[in-house]
């Protein structure tokens, strides 16, 4: 697949990108260079490559999931202007 000026235009348009002449033609060239690199990367064979998501196996440190309230309530509300029992106390807004 390759990339001609007027799909470059397009694609600006669309993404509201103001691009010159000069910056439409730099483009496709970059363009073309990036999409023939997929390509190549295409035609390797990955037949029985699991997938990964590091090149050295690892595993995440996992920690107990445990119920807690925080035992924070008073840091909390400390900075709240007005609090009661561990609660933020607001206007009341309906009569």
Request: net charge negative; no cysteine.
């Amino acid at each position: 697949m390759s990339v001609d000026i007027d799909t470059v235009k397009r694609v600006a348009r669309l993404a509201r990108i103001a691009v010159d002449e000069d910056d439409a033609s730099r483009m496709t060239g970059e363009l073309n260079a990036i999409l023939g690199f997929v390509e190549q990367l295409n035609e390797v064979d990955v037949t029985g490559v699991e997938p990964m998501t590091s090149v050295i196996p690892m595993s995440i440190r996992m920690r107990a999931d445990e119920v807690t309230d925080g035992d924070k309530a008073e840091d909390i509300v400390a900075n709240a202007p007005v609090s009661g029992d561990h609660f933020f106390l607001v206007p009341k807004v309906v009569e």
